[in-house]
């Protein structure tokens, strides 16, 4: 069975900082999609991204960098020069390609609050 | 282009009683998936509704049940209510295929005295 754990309950840090969210996944699939998504107080959970497990290029986005590796089960989140915006709670989540139907079912991690002061 | 809605926002209940929730997807969305949100099991799977047909199930009893119309807007129903059964519950709506990012409601905060 899927599982991805996210071992930071809650990181603080001041604005400017960098900071790094991990995520540890299981899987026996071979093909796979793993995600990030933000909640922000408000509770609406925002997408940030998608990355296939085929495809280990770490990718950025800004601020935002994320760091895939198969060989360690990894999919970290950095977020470089923090700001008080970007205090939310970080999900990653697992969706296996052999889902049956195709379909969608995301596995989430338990969170990681983030917050970040002035 | 509007997001993913969800009405209503909050409701409260009591045990024993049922409770309907619903969620309009994107336009253009057809699967919707529902997820459940509590402080001690954290995000859980619901069901995945496509095409009006239910195409994938999480570990919840027979009380949570779902239906998709034609327009492919989604119903949650929760019979018999218990105490356990508060939670934020989140509907997702995504294109079609499997595996694409799903777009989230704000959700539906539901609480049982």
């Known amino acids: 069975a899927q599982k991805v754990t996210q071992a930071q309950t809650e990181i603080s840090v001041v604005e400017k900082e960098d900071v790094t969210l991990d995520c540890v996944y299981e899987t026996r699939d071979t093909t796979y999609y793993l995600f990030w998504y933000k909640q922000p107080p408000s509770g609406e959970l925002v997408f940030l991204i998608r990355r296939n497990s085929f495809d280990e290029q770490n990718e950025i986005s800004g601020r935002y960098s994320w760091n895939f590796q198969k060989s360690t089960s990894s999919f970290n989140f950095t977020i470089t020069a923090s700001q008080v915006v970007d205090s939310a709670v970080y999900f990653c989540?697992?969706?296996?390609?052999?889902?049956?139907?195709?379909?969608?079912?995301?596995?989430f991690g338990t969170g990681t609050q983030l917050k970040v002061e002035l | 282009k509007a997001g993913v809605t969800q009405t209503p926002r909050y409701l409260i209940k009591t045990r024993g009683q049922q409770v309907t929730l619903s969620c309009s997807p994107i336009s253009g969305h057809r699967s919707v998936s529902w997820y459940q949100q509590t402080p001690g099991q954290g995000l859980q799977f619901l069901f995945e509704y496509f095409s009006e047909t239910q195409r994938n199930k999480g570990n919840f009893p027979g009380r949570f049940s779902g239906r998709q119309f034609s327009n492919s807007r989604s119903e949650m129903n929760v019979s018999t209510l218990e105490l356990g059964d508060s939670a934020l519950y989140l509907c997702a709506s995504s294109p079609g295929q499997g595996n694409q990012p799903q777009h989230f409601g704000d959700g539906t905060r539901l609480s049982i005295l």
């Open positions: 989540a697992l969706s296996e390609a052999g889902v049956t139907g195709g379909g969608n079912k995301l596995t």
